[in-house]
T-cell receptor
Framework: SQQGEEDPQALSIQEGENATMNCSYK?????LQWYRQNSGRGLVHLIL?????REKHSGRLRVTLDTSKKSSSLLITASRAADTASYFC????????????FGTGTRLKVLA | GAVVSQHPSRVICKSGTSVKIECRSL??????MFWYRQFPKQSLMLMAT?????????EQGVEKDKFLINHASLTLSTLTVTSAHPEDSSFYIC??????????FGDGTRLSIL
């Protein structure tokens, strides 16, 4: 399977703490994206990082990409209860096909 | 931001029924629409990719005759689950996008087959 893996599978933290999620993938990529999914809803795009980028920021989000290790991390700083959701990485393959492979996801719970 | 509408949000029906799910991009014309299936607490599994006016490309293991996809226009794609059975019960999500740009997702359809 091409599917990427994320760890941890589940993460529970206190409000105000930082949350770090990791994503590993298997093939060469064009870009990697992080999405958020609230329970029973669709996915919301958070951030995209291209294969020639190493780090990207968006508000409280920080994403890193290490193509040599085929891995990425998502850091959410100063977490809030509203950040409680599942987070998925998705890789766009470098083959040129417009198709994303989603990781297994991390279920984040932020306790107030 | 781009909005994708998916309808219905929930379907409960008897075994043997065919169910149609619609996916519309409301404020942009999508070159490609995607259909995913998601089991509880699991990731999204891509079922098929469809481009307007052409046949859908199905992923390995997905039955074409079971999951019929029609992409009639740049703003509408439909997924029909034919002769649905309990094992087809799942959360189905569509997304729409323009080549190599982030996909925009519908809110999903929870299908329950009795």
């Amino acid at each position: 399977s091409q599917q990427g893996e994320e760890d941890p599978q589940a993460l529970s933290i206190q409000e105000g703490e930082n949350a770090t999620m990791n994503c590993s993938y298997k093939t060469s990529i064009n870009n990697l994206q992080w999405y958020r999914q609230n329970s029973g809803r669709g996915l919301v795009h958070l951030i995209l990082i291209r294969s020639n980028e190493r780090e990207k920021h968006s508000g409280r989000l920080r994403v890193t990409l290490d193509t040599s290790k085929k891995s990425s991390s998502l850091l959410i700083t100063a977490s809030r209860a509203a950040d409680t959701a599942s987070y998925f990485c998705a890789t766009a393959l470098s083959s040129g096909t417009y198709k994303y492979i989603f990781g297994t996801g991390t279920r984040l719970k932020v306790l107030a | 931001g781009a909005v994708v509408s998916q309808h219905p949000s929930r379907v409960i029906c008897k075994s043997g029924t065919s169910v149609k799910i619609e996916c519309r991009s409301l404020d942009f014309q999508a070159t490609t629409m995607f259909w995913y299936r998601q089991f509880p607490k699991q990731s999204l599994m891509l079922m098929a990719t469809s481009n307007e006016g052409s046949k859908a490309t199905y992923e390995q293991g997905v039955e074409k005759d079971k999951f019929l996809i029609n992409h009639a226009s740049l703003t509408l794609s439909t997924l029909t689950v034919t002769s649905a059975h309990p094992e087809d019960s799942s959360f189905y999500i569509c997304s729409a996008g323009i080549s190599n740009q982030p996909q925009h997702f519908g809110d999903g359809t929870r299908l329950s087959i009795l």
